[in-house]
């Protein structure tokens, strides 16, 4: 029996039967009102599987199923049940999670190609330790948590999964039976929408329970690896790092502030010194020795004070930073070794990877904001500094300090009479009055003249501006605000806490200097600005400008000072979401691997390392899927000496809601980069004319693509026909789910909700649409780089390839187009979901034939078992939605017809049918 063959027999013993047995116990169970409800709802699921399939519409399974039923049943009852299924439908959802997180060891091979232990037993049978010890020592990765929308699980049921599974696995019945009893019992939905401070809690979570114990044991393994002695840990560095966004990410949330960052750096800071606590409690239980216990309790006595000065911040016993920690328990560990054998060495070894990990920040924040923000706030800066002639705030304007919301007063600045002449002086003579009469021009300047004035602002010896509340708009203000934060975070939790600045649709050199200016502007010195600035290209056209972008940023000689203070190290962040929107799912993928090698070879010509932070999201069309094997094929041609990737929405607590779950994933991602490295492929993963093949598939299948996007029925079905519109009502993130609150334009919608939408229909066209029409016409193609036998070998020899095939059939696996066959013969849409049909089937068809599989995801029993199971529990739901969106429709139509509030209790039927959907796919958005 292969492995494949024995993770798909786990799945089916441990997942699948396991999930009859307690299903049929939940849906038993003696609920207030549900009780007649647990007999109907699988009734009501046959009856949708079968009359689906025979070609009747969702309203019409609705309306029969009903009409079947015994007595009259009014609108009100109608309502009521349908909410009844929905209840139980999400709640099937969370039983099957924690079915298959009680059995992840089994389903999953913790030890086979990928894991750590495979590779290190790789390492050591190829005598490579010492080439593995020399890439260590600037290898990484960093896994990135984002607080985009796609989560809806609260606390209380990410808990209730993490409980059930330890009852699943151990067999513990009466646990069990409570608490099925419990979640029946439990909200599923917030009741608002979240702060960013409350999402920025809610990921906490993840760091406490999972990350803190589990990343800090994987650098312990990989290192201890090295020597048959255990190694010193003070002699390396983290491997894995941990970034954070909620509190940080500023594109399109109004109500992320510098005031959120700096209480959501604070609350990372007492989370991960609480903990560094406990462990100390645990340390003093075990090394008890003289000599050794003493130290021991002077340093949790200071990690007691530091904690202390949250609420006391004139006390000054405690520790600075993370480096005083480790300076203290350097010596420890040394008398450890020399006066007690060692003893328990493994448990303080741990506890100084901990602190070498998480630092006092536990996870670095990132900021991130547009740069069209940057840009009007730079403008209007310059306009008022110019106007009033002086850098610092008027004498009457000026009150009291700078608040710890990160608003700007004279305490930081020079004082000044409001004189220009005097201001002029005292803001640095000559240079400052010249800035300041320049500024007066600055908007009215082509690109080069405002490259070559901000340049001249960047060498500027004092440009600080003070502004006081509401001298200027309240988005630049706290823009600047926010840079400042940067400067405070960084004193209290270390220069890790926070040192990159991200730049969403960055498609300028332009961009980058306005950043760094704001930054100078907020107070930063000249030459100082400790802050990577980290340009995110988006859209396949600022994809391939990267190249020509960064050139011209590396040729300017301000920022190549400012890089040889960051180590000649340059981060830039590729986002796969907004990419896929754009050009379709072959051509985002292709566009930023092509980006990946121009960026490459121009930094190394620039003698600069590139760093790429990937931003993806959960399912194929926004670079999820199988990434990790994405890395293992990246080649000599792109720099991945680190590997950065954003993880979010259900993705999170999906791939690493539980310990076991995130030691594999994180493997996955740790080797990925290091196999490459030390047993590099004897052939290319990509030859020439490999790339010239998929030049042609990724133009055939955009060209398919644009055409379908630019279909005039294209934005009227999404904002009319799938739940796009409601997305908005979901309080599952603080984020607004439009750029803009206007009519629909396609540029302002946002990749989660639109990926989202499809992913809802079940139709998922990001992840697949262009792949039959690309395939089809190199299949057709008579030159000799084309037809169907070259793209089998190229799936056979490109792990690149077959990454971004079986990604493509993963997509294809989550639809299910007799849902929505209704639509086939609307007047409206008919055609239009013919087209969308079309190129689903013809894309199976061709993907099967390329891969020589007979169903979709063959090579892996055990996910494609699991979806299908998915599939099938949220059915119901899915016709429900269905149901309620058409009646909606019909009611705006014909309101007389319809019972009054009928509007309103349908839409919410939708919101409510979402969140499941969304939950059950594990990685729909």
Not at 675 to 684: A, I, N, Q, R, T
């Amino acid at each position: 029996m292969t492995r494949m063959d024995q993770r798909h027999k786990a799945f089916n013993e441990l997942v699948a039967m396991k999930y009859q047995l307690y299903n049929g116990l939940f849906l038993g169970l003696p609920f207030e009102d549900l009780a007649d409800t647990g007999v109907q709802l699988p009734l009501f699921a046959n009856a949708c599987r079968e009359k689906l399939q025979a070609g009747k519409s969702p309203a019409e399974i609705v309306e029969q199923f009903f009409r079947e039923r015994p007595g009259k049943i009014g609108f009100e009852a109608k309502v009521k049940i349908l909410f009844k299924f929905l209840q139980l439908v999400e709640r099937q959802v969370v039983l099957f999670d924690a079915l298959e997180d009680a059995a992840f060891s089994a389903v999953n091979d913790l030890e086979g190609p990928g894991s750590l232990s495979h590779f290190l037993s790789r390492v050591q049978d190829h005598r490579k330790k010492e080439l593995l010890e020399s890439e260590l020592a600037d290898y990484r990765i960093r896994i990135v948590l984002t607080a985009h929308p796609t989560q809806f699980y609260p606390d209380s049921i990410l808990g209730i999964i993490t409980d059930l599974s330890e009852a699943i696995e151990g067999d513990k019945l009466p646990a069990i039976n409570d608490l099925l009893l419990q979640m029946g019992k439990t909200r599923f939905q917030n009741r608002q929408r979240p702060t960013p401070l409350e999402e920025a809690r809610s990921l906490i979570w993840y760091l406490e329970h999972i990350f803190y114990g589990t990343l800090p044991a994987i650098s312990d393994r990989l290192v201890s690896s090295l020597t048959e002695e255990r190694q010193d840990p003070f002699l390396h560095q983290p491997k894995v790092e941990l970034g954070f966004w909620p509190g940080g990410d500023r594109d399109g949330n109004p109500f992320v502030t510098s005031e959120t960052t700096l209480r959501v750096a604070q609350e990372l800071k007492a989370s991960v010194l609480k903990l560094y606590l406990q462990d100390m409690e645990t340390l003093l239980g075990r090394l008890t020795f003289d000599g050794i216990i003493q130290p021991l309790q002077a340093i949790r006595d200071r990690l007691q004070d530091t904690l202390a000065l949250f609420t006391d911040p004139r006390g000054n016993h405690g520790y600075a930073g993370p480096e005083e920690l480790l300076r203290d328990l350097k010596p420890l560990r040394r008398e450890l070794a020399e006066g007690h054998q060692g003893l328990f060495m493994d448990r303080l070894d741990g506890f100084i990877y901990k602190v070498q990990t998480f630092g006092f920040h536990f996870a670095a924040l990132d900021l991130r904001q547009d740069s069209r923000i940057h840009a009007a706030a730079l403008e209007e800066i310059f306009s008022r500094l110019a106007e009033r002639g002086s850098f610092a705030a008027a004498k009457a304007q000026r009150k009291g300090s700078w608040p710890r919301g990160g608003r700007f007063s004279a305490a930081e600045g020079a004082g000044t009479s409001g004189d220009p002449k005097e201001a002029a002086s005292k803001d640095g003579g000559r240079e400052s009055a010249e800035l300041l009469a320049e500024m007066r021009l600055y908007a009215g300047l082509s690109a080069e003249g405002k490259v070559a004035f901000l340049e001249k602002c960047l060498r500027a010896p004092e440009i600080k501006a003070e502004f006081a509340e509401g001298d200027l708009d309240p988005l630049a203000l706290d823009t600047l605000s926010s840079l400042a934060a940067a400067r405070s975070i960084q004193k209290s939790n270390g220069e890790r806490s926070l040192s990159r600045y991200i730049i969403s649709q960055a498609n300028s050199v332009l961009n980058v200097l306005e950043a760094m200016v704001l930054a100078r502007l907020s107070g930063w010195k000249a030459g100082q600005i400790r802050l990577d600035v980290v340009p995110l290209f988006e859209t396949i056209d600022d994809l391939k400008h990267a190249e020509s972008i960064m050139r011209r940023l590396y040729a300017l000689p301000g920022y190549a000072e400012h890089l040889a203070l960051r180590g000649n190290s340059q981060t830039i962040m590729l986002g796969f979401s907004d990419g896929t929107k754009d050009g379709g799912y072959i051509t985002a993928n292709w566009a930023i691997h092509k980006a990946k090698r121009d960026l490459t070879r121009v930094s190394r010509e620039a003698g600069v390392r590139a760093i790429f932070f990937d931003g993806r999201g959960g399912p194929p069309a926004r670079g999820g899927g199988n990434t990790h094997k994405f890395y293992r094929s990246l080649g000599a041609d792109i720099e991945h000496g680190e590997i950065q990737i954003t993880i979010q929405g259900q993705t999170i607590s999906s791939n690493f809601g539980t310990p076991e779950a995130a030691r594999f994933n994180v493997e996955q991602l740790l080797t990925a980069g290091l196999e490459d490295k030390l047993f590099p492929p004897e052939v290319p993963d990509l030859l020439p004319e490999d790339i010239r093949l998929l030049d042609r598939l990724s133009e055939h299948s955009r060209d398919a693509y644009k055409r379908f996007r630019e279909d005039p029925l294209f934005l009227p079905y999404l904002e009319e026909m799938t739940p796009l519109s409601y997305y908005n009502l979901l309080n599952i993130a603080s984020r607004p789910t439009r750029r803009k609150s206007s009519s629909l334009r396609f540029e302002d919608l946002r990749a989660i909700p639109f990926v989202g939408a499809w992913s809802q229909m079940k139709q998922n066209i990001p992840g697949f649409y262009g792949v039959a029409v690309g395939l089809s016409k190199l299949i057709a193609s008579r030159s000799p780089n084309g037809g169907r036998r070259r793209l089998e070998e190229l799936y056979r020899s490109s792990l690149f390839f077959r990454t971004l095939v079986e990604n493509a059939m993963m997509s294809l696996s989550k639809s299910y187009f007799p849902l929505t066959r209704y639509l086939e013969k609307d007047r409206k849409y008919g055609k239009f979901w013919r087209r969308i049909y079309k190129e689903a089937t013809e894309s199976k068809r061709l993907l099967k034939e390329i891969t020589g599989q007979q169903k979709l995801m063959e090579s892996n029993l055990a996910m494609r078992e699991s979806i299908h199971m998915r599939e099938r529990i949220i059915l119901p739901l899915l016709v429900i939605q269905q149901y309620a969106m058409a009646m909606v429709r019909a009611a705006h139509k014909n309101p007389d017809g319809y019972p009054k509030g009928a509007i309103e209790a349908y839409g919410k039927m939708v919101v409510k049918s979402m969140a499941a959907n969304i939950n059950a796919a594990r990685n729909s958005a």
